[in-house]
């Protein structure tokens, strides 16, 4: 990826603004200025703005105009690399698993589970440091 001053560009797509401020903090602590931050609570929105330019993606599986499925499979018809996303929900991790293990997708992560949320940190730590 370009020089290491470039900011990576990060995409977070959530339709509770909660989420959305949770997941800016955690990045933004946690990359500094590595980590160039875009929240949308607007999936319809959020694919207006996909370009293969996309580092990293989180995209909730539940949001209530276009779910998560087909926000991924919208941004990898926009060149975005499907390996640069990662699917999010409050849903088990098999049922994620189930409908996402074909896709090519980075991960699913299932926010509550602790044990998910410790393979996520490791994953975002590994995708930044490319």
């Not at 370009?2 to 900011?7: E, I, L």
């Not at 207006?48 to 209530?64: C, G, S």
């Not at 896709?103 to 994953?123: D, H």
Request: aromatic share 6%.
């Amino acid at each position: 990826m370009g020089d290491a001053g470039t900011a990576r560009r990060v995409v977070v797509v959530d339709d509770s603004p909660l989420q959305c401020a949770v997941w800016r903090r955690l990045l933004e602590n946690r990359f500094g200025d590595r980590a160039r931050v875009e929240t949308y609570t607007d999936p319809l929105e959020a694919s207006r703005h996909l370009e293969p330019d996309v580092h990293l993606m989180l995209v909730d599986w539940d949001m209530p105009e276009m779910d998560g499925r087909e926000l991924f499979e919208f941004a990898c018809r926009s060149g975005v690399n499907p390996k640069r996303i990662i699917i999010t929900s409050s849903h088990p991790a098999d049922m994620l698993h189930q409908e996402f293990d074909g896709t090519g997708c980075l991960a699913v992560i299932e926010k509550a589970e602790p044990e998910q949320q410790a393979a996520f940190l490791m994953i975002l730590d590994s995708i930044m440091r490319r």
